[in-house]
Structure formats: structure tokens, C-alpha cells
């Protein structure tokens, strides 16, 4: 049996509705973000192996609203959902978006992440440790890649987050 | 002088070109089945990534060892030989193994392949040693995280082969290749089936107060409080009441990372030939931070300047690290 586990419910009065609204916005690049990597970076798909079929729940903690994945290359599932309506997942992680987003492209550790509590997992432990190296093995910034993807408004609102949300975790860089 | 190789993780292809990026003299690896001790899902090679990754680390000086570190129940060993075929038709430079029938296997059928002999031989003596040597032509030891430096020193001195040893990384600390401890609890074998703690057994549970629990095969082995750092899900790490602590404590080890930094003047001074970093399941970014500071505290070294060693306590477990044994006997 795959257990289950449910994204935390922290509505404030209103953000039920905000959160409605940014999904609708949304959902047409998280759509083509998705695409992109799956045509881009086929082998992540064998490092998922029965993982494929997996539902997870990204809940970036300071955003309004959570993120659903079903990594399979028939039937690609991305979508912003409102935590309250955030279907039951095999997997839930959960930290600050920008900590999840350099997790994806390898500017931080996860093992690290999870060390310093930053990060959270429930669920199955299988898919996210299967995830994680999934996309690991992939070269380059999926970050980089999904702004400019959306030309100079899309490396802005990057650049904007980068700044918005300082790092905490990171380890420095070595000269 | 030792030549001061640094030995580099990589659990995927990327990791690897990574490492070899980085400044890896030699990285290891491993296939996606049992013949390694990080047999984990969505981890490691397929033959032909391990193809790419022999042409990628040859062309830019670095070599690639291939770990075949595990032992093979009875019966089975078929998987472990046909592993050895694939990397020495691969080309790798080096099998890194554990068990008699596979470093037997492999010095007649490959004669002209390095064998090293892995952490996982728990070979901490001279005479276990050279009996490795003798026997199977072993051109490399890896050390059991158990010896002071003045015992690596003299070790030096009585064996015929190249000491290497961890200089960062997790530090379980049972007997290598030895512990059943997770055996125990999930049936599967770290040395057997290649993994401690397989996630498949593994589950985090958030409580109510923000404090997780981690859970293996249904036991609660610690329960981190919120502002805790958290360690591996590993049993040796965990956090048990006894009749003499109630309120629990850390019986075995509590969640530490080996980083022997500041000991490495000394141990390139002792004869060590070849220092690997711990960390095959982690990241490229952990991969990419510890394989560039160590290898600028080894040119360093080599150039004879002080070595100016970068802070890598947030890579580490529970954000705690220690020398060990290393240090001194009494470290525990
Ligand atoms: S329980 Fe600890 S000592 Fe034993 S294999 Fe796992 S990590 Fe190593």
C-alpha cells in the first residue's frame, strides 16, 4: 500500500480565492514547463521507474497554493492546486519555493536541506528518493531554462525571487 | 610523497562529469543492482551511461572506478561476474571489491585491471592485508574508519599495497561490511542487497507539535524536535530509551559526518596514497562543494602553501562533524 499524506491547511481569510486565481494564471506555464523537460531530459522518466505512476505534492510553504505531479510520460499531470482542494498524494515535499526550485537544479543539497529541517518529505520514501535522483542526473538549470522560456519577463520575475528569498542553507562556494 | 589522489563520488552520469569537473582524480560508481553498497532506487549506472561516463572522465585525465563491493549469496554470483565483464569491456581503470570469490574472479580473468579492496573487507591489519595482496594481486586498500593516524603510519610500513582512506562523508560506525543491523529490521542486507535502510522502509512522519519522527520498517528510530537537526534514517544513528537513559539517547552514534580537513598535512605525510570522499547518494551540488574545496586543500598541500580549508559543516549530518577515530581511540 502507498501511504498517503495531506499538504498542511493554513488558509487565511481570502486565500482560498487568491489561490483559485493563481492556479487559472498558472497553469498554462506549468503546462508548458512540463512538456519542455519531459521532451528535453527523457532519461529522467527510467530513474522514476514505477515511480512514473506516483502523484506528488510539491508545497512550496510561502506560496498560496501547492503543486501536483504525475511524472508519467503518457499522461504528464503539472498543475497548481489550492491546498484545500490538493487531491490525497503518494509523496508530499515540502519547503520554501526557492529552496525547491534549486533542489531541482542542483544548487543545493537535499540531503542537506533535510539535514537543517529546511525541507520536508512524507509519504513514500521510495518515489521522492527516486524523484530527487531523477532530476539530479539532469544537466543544466531547469530554473534558467523555464524563464527564458518566457523571454525577459521570465528571467525578471527569476531574478526577482532569487532576491525575494535569500539563502539560508547554501553552502558557500569555494573560490 | 603520497600522491594525495582524491577518490569522488557519483551516483548518476552527471554527478560524475561533476566530479570530474570539480577536480576528481579518480571517481567511483556504481551499476543499478546489488553488486554495490549504494544500491539505491533511481541511483547509479546503466551500462551504457557508465560507457559515456569511462569516455567523458578519460578524455580530461580522470579515472573511473567501479565498485563491486558487495557479497554475493550463494547461488547468485553470476551478477557480480557479469558486472566485472561489463566494466572491464567498459574500460574502467579499477574494480573496487569486497568479497574472495569476486577479487578471485576478477585477478584471473582480468590480470591487467587494478584491484582495490573496499572499506566493506573491514581489512584493518597487516596480515589481512597482505593476504588480499598476495592472493588476489590487491594494488589498494581502503581503510575501516577505525585507525589513528600513527597506526596508519606503521600499517604503511608492513603492507605491500597504496592506503586509501575517507576523508569526508558519512561515518556509520559498525565494522564494515559487517552489520546487520538493517537486515534486522527490513530483511534486506546492506552488504547482500547493497542498501542500509532502503527507502522503501522508510517514513517520516510530521507530528502534530512540528517535530518529525523517522521511521524504519514500522520502528520509530528518532524523533527530531523543531529546532533539531535531523540525521540519516539509519539505525546506528538512532536515538533509543535504554533502563539507565528513559528519556533516550544516541546509543551507537548520533547523525555526525567524518571531515578530516585539517588532518590531511598529516596523513599525506603518513603515506596515504589516495583519500575518497564519502557520498555516492548525495547531489551534484554536494558533490561539486566538497570535490572543489578539497581538491584546492590539496594543491595547497602539494604546493606547500597552508592549506585553506572551506567550511563544509552545512553538507554534513545533523550539521555536526568529527575526525573520529582518526583523531584519537577515544572519540566515542
Ligand atoms: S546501520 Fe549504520 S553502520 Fe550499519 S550499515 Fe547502516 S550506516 Fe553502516
Given at each position: 500500500m502507498i501511504p498517503t499524506s495531506e499538504p498542511t491547511a493554513r488558509l487565511r481569510p481570502g486565500e482560498g480565492a487568491i489561490a483559485r486565481l493563481a492556479c487559472l494564471v498558472l497553469q498554462p506555464v506549468l503546462t508548458r514547463v512540463v512538456r519542455r523537460v519531459a521532451t528535453r531530459h527523457p532519461s529522467l522518466f527510467a530513474r522514476l521507474g514505477p515511480h512514473q505512476a506516483t502523484d506528488f505534492l510539491i508545497d512550496p510553504v510561502e506560496l498560496p497554493f501547492a503543486l501536483h505531479l504525475?511524472?508519467?510520460?503518457?499522461a504528464l499531470v503539472f498543475r497548481a492546486v489550492p491546498r484545500d482542494t490538493a487531491p490525497q498524494a503518494g509523496a508530499t515535499i515540502r519547503g520554501r519555493f526557492l529552496l525547491l526550485l534549486e533542489l531541482i537544479d542542483a544548487e543545493q543539497d537535499g540531503d542537506a536541506a533535510f539535514f537543517s529541517r529546511d525541507l520536508e518529505v512524507s509519504g513514500d520514501t521510495e518515489a521522492v528518493v527516486r524523484l530527487r535522483n531523477a532530476l539530479d542526473d539532469m544537466d543544466g538549470s531547469l530554473a534558467e531554462e523555464a524563464s527564458a522560456m518566457f523571454g525577459a519577463p521570465g528571467r525578471a520575475v527569476l531574478a526577482r525571487l532569487r532576491r525575494a528569498y535569500p539563502d539560508a542553507t547554501k553552502p558557500q562556494e569555494y573560490a | 610523497m603520497s600522491l594525495a589522489e582524491l577518490i569522488c563520488p557519483a551516483g548518476t552520469p552527471a554527478a560524475l562529469r561533476t566530479a570530474v569537473d570539480a577536480g576528481a582524480d579518480a571517481v567511483y560508481c556504481g551499476f543499478q543492482d546489488a553488486t554495490n553498497a549504494r544500491n539505491f532506487p533511481g541511483l547509479n549506472f546503466t551500462p551504457d551511461e557508465l560507457a559515456e561516463a569511462v569516455t567523458y572522465a578519460h578524455a580530461r585525465g580522470t579515472k573511473v572506478l567501479l565498485a563491486l563491493n558487495t557479497y554475493p549469496p550463494a547461488g547468485k554470483v553470476d551478477l557480480w561476474r557479469h558486472a566485472a565483464d561489463t566494466g572491464a569491456r567498459l574500460g574502467v581503470d579499477a574494480f573496487i571489491v569486497a568479497d574472495m570469490g569476486v577479487a578471485d574472479y576478477i585477478a584471473r580473468t582480468y590480470p591487467g585491471i587494478r584491484l582495490h579492496l573496499s572499506v566493506q573487507a573491514a581489512a584493518s591489519s597487516p596480515e589481512a592485508t597482505r593476504y588480499y595482496c598476495e592472493n588476489f594481486g590487491v594494488k589498494r586498500v581502503v581503510l575501516p574508519r577505525i585507525l589513528t593516524i600513527p597506526e596508519i603510519r606503521q600499517l604503511r610500513r608492513e603492507i605491500p599495497c597504496e592506503i586509501e582512506t575517507f576523508i569526508f562523508g558519512n561515518h556509520g560506525l559498525m565494522v564494515e561490511g559487517r552489520c546487520s543491523l538493517t537486515n534486522y529490521l527490513t530483511g534486506q542486507s546492506t552488504n547482500m542487497d547493497g542498501v542500509c535502510s532502503p527507502a522503501s522502509d522508510v517514513e517520516y512522519v510530521r507530528d502534530a507539535d512540528g517535530s518529525m519522527s523517522s521511521q524504519l520498517a514500522g520502528f520509530t528510530i528518532d524523533r527530531f524536535g523543531v529546532d533539531e537537526k535531523a540525521g540519516y534514517p539509519t539505525i546506528c544513528k538512532g536515538r533509543y530509551a535504554a533502563p539507565h537513559r528513559p528519556e533516550g539517547y544516541y546509543a551507537f552514534e548520533e547523525p555526525i559526518s567524518l571531515n578530516l580537513s585539517r588532518l590531511l598535512p598529516e596523513l599525506i605525510e603518513a603515506g596515504v596514497h589516495a583519500f575518497k570522499i564519502e557520498g555516492r547518494q548525495r547531489s551534484k551540488s554536494y558533490v561539486r562543494g566538497v570535490v572543489r574545496a578539497f581538491r584546492a586543500a590539496v594543491d595547497d598541500i602539494k604546493a606547500g602553501r597552508e592549506a585553506n580549508i572551506a567550511d563544509l559543516i552545512a553538507l554534513t549530518e545533523g550539521q555536526k562533524q568529527t575526525q573520529g577515530a582518526f583523531e584519537t581511540k577515544k572519540w566515542r
Open positions: 504525475r511524472p508519467d510520460p503518457q | -
